[in-house]
């Protein structure tokens, strides 16, 4: 009840930012609508399949497992409460409610900070209204939605409990790291924080209360995943689907890393080069400020602290993951879970150094801090005015943007369904389009390179066509010029947009082209 009591308190400024947060995400999906990627294909079917047939299917009616099953449960719980209809409709209100809810909580935590400061939680707040990374996050049916505001919501119950060590708190932020993991893989990150904390935690002593503490945290937190996992396991053999060996070393990662780092900055404009120094130097500074805070036991357990905890443990577990196992190459989107506490890791000192600064130096790190605050608010504007270039007159990019919705490819192939009713295959670099876009319910994605089993099975077919979309073109995929020289082609239709390819054996029968 006094948790209930503290989060109704107060927090009216960040109320006010809460607004113009679920407000900018009208505005932005006002055109076309929420945005849709493949990855939304996916949980938007799967909510529906949830909601109809009570099956964790996606499109093509086949299990899902390479994302766990949380955020589509979420949206079909969405459906149940609203009757039914389509997450799409209520998409923008869905995805603004929590935005606004992120931004309000982040504005209750800087209020709980162990330095307080009115004018850094109004400058940090409108960083996060108008930052580029969220505003791409909040205007998407993407997981990372629902992630982040559990992540927030860990670091309050991990407040709560450090300083109560009550059993409650403990259930509290075991459930919490339980549903992140089954939200996002990554959510095991989670809790290996909570798990980190619990370690580094001096004021409950080494006893049997502590270890049966860590015990009890660790069997209910990595219940949720267990459960998936064997899931998983039971209909496919496989825990998380089947995941290629990681190509990329871990130099490039830490590059790829800093490089996000720099679009988040303004001071950068697209220059990498500095990049891997770039993701040092956050690296290096959130990390020392932890350090010291342990070491010197200054308020290790305030809001804060827990903060950038949370980035140490989920950058590296990021850095590790993507340097050994298949990974897209990491971007905004991907590290999106580490915005706030990189933002606040990397600013919570300049309070307090001013704060300690003599009267004759005081004026000047005022100085200093407004031009930077000023310059970074420039930087997301100019970033906010590219974006709406391209959104108010084409709609968030995806398959709900203009060029997907008059793709004169989509068209031949609602109109043409007949030509597709063939007993071998039908391939496309953009399946998740041709079921949400076209209602091609029959369709498999282009084999990637690394599987050549799944290249031979292609093949072996004496009949298959491929739909290829320019917008969608995907380096791991085998591509159209491999295909053309190890299957005859008998006919090509070109678009404007793309390509629709007839294959066949010269012994198998003539494909049947339906009377028009």
Known sequence: MMLQHKLRSGNYDALLAAIAGFIIIQLLCSYGGIGVSPDSVVYLSTAQNIHDHALINDFTNQPVMDFPAFYPIFLSGILFLTGGGSVLSYGPILDGLLFGLLIWLCGWMMDRFSVVSRWYKWTILIFIVLSPCLLEIYTMIWSETLFL??????????????HTHSTRSLLLIGVLAGLACVTRYAGVAVVAMGGF????????????RKIGHMALYGVVSISFLALNLYRNYKLTHTLTGYREKGLTPFLTNLHDFGSVFCDWLPFFNERYDSAVFV????????????VYRLVRRVDFFSYDTIAITFFIVYGGFILYTSTVSRFQQLDSRLLSPLFLPWLWGGTIWIPAAIRRAGPRWKPAGLGLAAVAGVCFLLGEIKAWREN???????????YTETQWLKSQTLDYVRTHKDRFQLPGNVYSNASEGLWFLAGMMKS???????????????????YFVVIWFNDADNSDLIDMDYIKANKPLVEELDFNDGAIYFFKDSTAAPIPVPSH
């Open 279 to 290: 993701a040092l130097v956050f690296l290096v500074l959130i990390t020392g400020i932890f």
């Open 388 to 398: 709406w270039e391209g959104i108010h007159y084409a709609g968030i990019p995806g």
């Open 149 to 162: 505001l559990l992540s927030v919501f860990f670091i309050i119950g991990c407040h709560r409990y450090f």
């Open 197 to 208: 904390l619990m370690l580094c935690d001096g004021r409950l002593r080494w006893s049997w």
């Open 444 to 462: 498999d994605l282009m084999p990637h390179k690394e599987f050549p089993e799944d290249i031979a099975y292609m093949f072996r077919s004496k």
